[in-house]
């Protein structure tokens, strides 16, 4: 059998494992922020019959350039934003690739502020772009002297921000962006896949955009908009960055059939954004629920919590799926990251959270406590035991 050694695959890929949330069929799934909620049937509805009417006309392209779903992304956004300001892909990732494409690639690098993203980096090496591992200060945070100092010393090609950031939860400060946009020598990227479920009063990148023509806003209907299988993501930025895309990108990339659905769906917000504030509920009580058990939880600004359950993560994501709840382990030693979905499933996840703390094995009794203590106790030190049971593990990306 041929593995994938035996192949003449790019050096720098050599190695490497792709991104990969595992898609298991367990009864609470809180691993990939999605949307928890169906969508609403009237959506489903409308959705169809715009499907349905471009049926007819698939033996022709679709519309190259997405013009009327461009117009209505721009108008969903607002900010005096116009279909030259928007470009969709399938996916704020591969938007994010079309811009590394087009921006970075050999002999260029890109920054981003780990932990974020985990997408960022995996995206600029396929596009052979060199990635910088920037990092953060304690507790996450990252304030804008630590990040200037970290783009002077790079001259990255790409910045690459993450507001509310993933895996952490919390909302950019503005300081830092403003600071970034001035000290960055090429293009900085803000990943705001998360805005929709931000705080009242927390700024967006996008009143920036006039003045910043190397600022690139990305968002995505994958979250809020509960479209995670429609596949469409979208930037706003200065139309010369738009016309920069069109030179990288596929033609025809978006399909009538996506065209269609996103339309329909935007067509149909109010009602598929419906669920955000009840989604934001769910983030608080989780919070609430994790401190209340004396648990350290980062503050969210987004649809998911970052919680730490001691030593080894994996023992604990181990544990709490056995207990039919899937959350994600991002690769970020002695912490967990799970979904704000509907109330049932808080209610799930928070009691999965105290049955795990009894079948943790542990040399210590206290398990899995929200302390330093953590989960190993009194247990065994040095290399960290590996999870229990046979696969599946998660792969530690984001
Ligand atoms: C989920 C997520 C995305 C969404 O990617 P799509 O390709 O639009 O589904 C983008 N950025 C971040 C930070 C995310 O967490």
Request: aromatic fraction near 6%; proline fraction near 8%; glycine fraction near 10%.
């Amino acid at each position: 059998m041929t593995s994938l050694d035996d192949l003449p695959i790019r050096d720098d890929l050599r190695g490497r494992r792709p991104y990969g949330a595992p898609q298991l069929d367990v009864p609470v799934r809180l691993n990939t922020n999605e949307n928890s909620y169906p969508v609403p049937e009237p959506v489903v509805e409308a959705i169809g019959k715009a499907v349905a009417a471009e049926l007819r006309d698939l033996n022709r392209y679709p519309d190259r350039d997405a013009v009327a779903l461009r117009a209505d992304l721009a108008d969903y956004l607002g900010h005096g934003l116009g279909t030259g300001n928007v470009w969709a892909a399938n996916g704020s990732n591969e938007v994010q690739q079309q811009l590394l494409q087009v921006f970075g690639g050999p002999g260029r690098t890109a920054l981003g502020f780990t932990p974020a993203y985990s997408m960022h980096p995996l995206l600029a090496t396929g596009t052979g772009t060199a990635w910088r591992d920037g990092n953060r200060g304690p507790d996450f945070g990252l304030t804008a002297a630590d990040a200037v100092a970290q783009v002077r010393e790079h001259r990255p090609d790409l910045v690459f921000l993450c507001s509310p950031n993933n895996p952490t939860g919390t909302a950019l400060d503005p300081e830092v962006l403003d600071a970034v946009l001035a000290e960055a020598p090429g293009m900085v990227v803000v990943d705001e896949a998360y805005a929709e479920f931000a705080r009242p009063g927390t700024p967006t990148a996008l009143a920036l955009l006039p003045g910043h023509p190397r600022l690139v806003v990305t968002r995505t209907m994958s979250k809020a908009f509960g479209f995670a299988g429609g596949r469409l993501g979208y930037l706003a930025a200065d139309p010369a960055v738009v016309d920069a895309v069109q030179l990288v990108r596929l033609p025809y990339h978006l399909s009538a059939l996506t065209q269609a659905a996103a339309r329909a769906a935007l067509a149909h917000r109010d009602l598929l954004l419906g669920t955000v504030e009840a989604i934001k509920e769910q983030r608080d009580r989780i919070v609430a629920g994790l401190r209340l058990r004396g648990r350290r939880v980062a503050d969210s600004d987004a649809n998911f919590v970052l919680f730490e359950v001691g030593d080894d993560e994996r023992v604990a994501w181990r544990a709490l799926l056995d207990h039919g709840v899937l959350v994600r382990d991002v690769g970020l030693p002695g912490w967990l990251r799970v979904t704000a979905g509907t109330p049932q499933e808080t209610d799930a996840f928070l009691t999965a959270i105290e049955a795990a703390i009894e079948s943790v094995p542990t040399g210590s009794d206290s398990g899995l406590t929200g302390s330093d203590s953590g989960l190993t106790g009194s247990g065994p030190t040095g290399p960290r035991p590996a999870a229990t049971g046979p696969a599946p593990t998660d792969s530690g990306t984001v």
